[in-house]
């Protein structure tokens, strides 16, 4: 049986916005930044928005886009001052090993490396 292949739609909206709030600081700030923390918690406070495929991704991109940038943009600020009143806070990352098992496989965009510094 093929692993299942799902992806959360909001995810890539989240870390473009926390890529653009980031842009708005000062290298030096952004370079004690860790911007999973940013995404994270902006993450947990919005709805999820779950594809299956090509035609659901697009229908939940459209739905994000549309009804709530307002919210992650919120979202995203509230965690970026959340990790900015300490922002040299330590903590293990996670590691890319697999995390839901055998039969179901996640897939989407936090899936892969992203060096948000490469783009700022």
Do not use: C
Not at 44 to 57: C, F, Q, V
Not at 87 to 113: A, C, I, M, V, W
């Amino acid at each position: 049986m093929e692993p299942l292949i799902y992806r959360n739609a909001i995810e890539p909206l989240v870390a473009q916005e926390v890529e653009r709030q980031l842009q708005k600081l000062s290298p030096q700030l952004v370079s004690y930044i860790n911007p999973a923390q940013i995404i994270a918690y902006a993450l947990n406070r919005l709805p999820t928005l779950y594809a299956t495929s090509e035609e659901g991704w697009k229908k939940q991109q459209e739905k994000a886009n549309t009804e709530l940038a307002k919210e992650i943009t919120n979202a995203v600020k509230w965690g970026l001052n959340v990790v900015l009143q300490d922002p040299f806070k330590s903590s293990t990352p996670l590691s890319l090993h697999e995390q839901t098992g055998d039969k179901y496989e996640r897939r989407n965009s936090s899936d892969r490396r992203y060096n948000f510094r490469e783009h700022l």
